[in-house]
């Protein structure tokens, strides 16, 4: 089955900085790279999404891009600010949700 | 919010309890989805249901059963649980169309119920 390695574990940047989580993949048949969002006291939520046909995608400050012979995806935050502030999760899957994995998560700390 | 909401938000109990975790949806989808998430581990698929049919169970002690009466309500019943099973336990829908079993969709996540078990 598929596995879905999420580095680092932690990230602190300053306001206004830049913020890349990385991800790496081991089933090649992974076609879809969806992240999620998780505030404090929330459940998470989809920020951004990939499919495997597309190199990159950006959405205002947020972009994914996908490096599929190398079986990694990033995600890249522009101009952080303090409500950026969360944990980060990946995930990949080759099929359906029902093989869906995810990373560890990557909480991420903004200073003002 | 996400359209999902869970309760309780907190839940103690002892391993002798029966207890069960509820999860409704105001979105309209067909599919739905229960996870465990524990600190620093990845998110666990444990329960799918899609029209109310059990779809996946992903090799879950029996010590958790999921309900699904209908496509807005789910639940999960615990009984004789163990310390190992404190955690975070996550509600999701998806829109639950007839080609989800052939791609991915979005999900929309509740809060979670934070379970300890003393």
């Known amino acids: 089955g598929e596995n879905v390695e999420q580095h680092p574990s932690t990230l602190s940047v300053q306001e206004g900085d830049s913020a890349v989580i990385k991800c790496t993949y081991s089933d090649s048949a992974s076609n879809y790279f969806p992240w999620y969002k998780q505030e404090l006291g929330k459940g998470p939520q989809l920020i951004i999404d990939i499919r495997s046909n597309v190199g990159e995608k950006k959405d205002q400050r947020i972009a994914v891009t996908l490096n599929k012979t190398a079986k990694h995806f990033s995600l890249h935050i522009t101009e952080t600010q303090p409500e950026d502030s969360a944990v980060y999760f990946c995930?990949?899957?080759?099929?359906?949700?029902?093989?869906?994995?995810f990373g560890a998560g990557t909480r991420l700390t903004v200073k003002p | 919010e996400t359209g999902v909401t869970q309760t309780p938000r907190h839940l103690v109990m002892g391993m002798t309890n029966k207890k069960s975790l509820k999860c409704e949806q105001h979105l309209g989808h067909n599919a739905m989805y229960w996870y465990k998430q524990s600190a620093k581990k990845p998110l666990e698929l444990m329960f799918v249901y899609s029209l109310e049919e059990r779809v996946e169970n992903n090799s879950v002690p029996s010590r958790f059963s999921p309900e699904c009466p209908n496509s807005s309500h789910l639940f999960l019943h615990l009984h004789t649980l163990q310390p190992e099973d404190s955690a975070l336990y996550l509600c999701a829908s998806s829109q639950g169309t007839g080609d989800m079993w052939r791609t991915n969709e979005k999900l929309f996540f509740g809060s979670g119920t934070q379970l300890s078990v003393l």
């Open positions: 995930a990949a899957s080759p099929y359906n949700n029902n093989d869906m994995r």
